[in-house]
């Protein structure tokens, strides 16, 4: 699954531009250009040449057309395939944070060209990325995902871009993304956490909640990595099962404003009390 979730955290502005009101619920097939809305800011300038826009039910994809790299080759994945993609990652982003979400998501020809737009630094073996108010699809990357791979990285994505990470531990906004990701996959847990029920077969539990270092995607410890995103997305799956999914987005919405420690005692819980409820539940869902 290590592949599945590579994916970079990096903040995000708190909301998704409305791009398309006129056509949120209207077929793609018959969505009238002429009424289109002129694109947001993210959309534009991206490269020199053509772009192709496509328009979902709810998304807006901007891919680039680059003769060398066209983004329909078998080596990538179509931005009308990826506007269907994008419209169920949207549906169920905006089911758990309870408002609409329309993403704008940018799929240039290359992940070289996804580095420059990112402008971060290397992004390899990364199959998406959020950058402020859109998402980078990182093209030779994402379309070696699966079917499952690909809804998992989108809707984690797109959640950073929607409800934004400001002021908040990684581990919640890396942990919540996740939470959204996996919340209709499917995937078992054990499956979906491998390489942490690796460690905990082995009788090795994490000591404490992930932190930066934890998360440093430099591919020096890929294993790491794929745990400290497992770990983080089980703390928040445990909020969520013994508090209700409604309680932890409250939670990361206060914690936005609040800081983290204020929001988590209004649930009568302090990082450290967190930290070993969240090694218990560890320990009862992987061992
Ligand atoms: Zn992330």
């Known amino acids: 699954m290590s592949d599945q979730v590579s994916r970079r955290r990096r903040a995000a502005p708190a909301a998704l531009l409305l791009l398309v009101p006129l056509l949120a619920f209207i077929p793609a097939a018959s969505a009238p250009i002429a009424a289109a809305p002129a694109l947001p800011a993210g959309a534009r300038g991206l490269w020199p040449g053509e772009s192709v826009t496509v328009r979902g039910t709810r998304s807006v994809i901007i891919g680039q057309a680059a003769p060398a790299a066209p983004i329909s080759s078998a080596s990538s994945v179509s931005p009308a395939e990826l506007a269907r993609l994008a419209d169920t990652a949207a549906l169920r982003v905006g089911t758990v944070l309870g408002e609409p979400v329309r993403p704008l998501v940018v799929v240039p020809a290359s992940a070289a060209e996804a580095a420059r737009l990112a402008?971060?630094?290397?992004?390899?073996?990364?199959?998406?990325?959020?950058?402020?108010d859109r998402v980078l699809v990182v093209p030779e990357v994402f379309a070696r995902l699966n079917p499952t791979g690909r809804d998992v990285v989108l809707a984690h994505e797109l959640t950073?871009?929607?409800a934004g990470t400001d002021r908040l531990p990684v581990w919640l906004y890396e942990g919540f993304a996740d939470y959204v990701g996996y919340r209709d996959s499917g995937l078992p847990v054990r499956t979906a956490a491998a390489e942490l029920a690796d460690e905990v077969r082995a009788g090795r539990l994490p000591a404490a909640l992930p932190g930066p270092a934890a998360f440093a995607a430099d591919g020096s410890d890929p294993a790491r990595l794929a745990r400290a995103y497992q770990e983080a997305w089980l703390a928040c799956r445990f909020l969520a099962d013994?508090?209700?999914?409604?309680?932890?987005?409250?939670?990361?919405?206060e914690a936005r404003v609040d800081g983290a420690d204020r929001a988590l005692a209004g649930l009568g819980l302090s990082t450290a009390t967190l930290t070993a409820r969240w090694r218990a539940y560890v320990r009862e869902q992987l061992a």
């Open 242 to 253: 013994r508090f209700g999914e409604g309680t932890l987005v409250r939670l990361y919405r």
């Open 160 to 162: 950073h871009v929607a």
């Open 119 to 132: 402008g971060t630094g290397p992004i390899e073996g990364l199959a998406a990325l959020a950058d402020g």
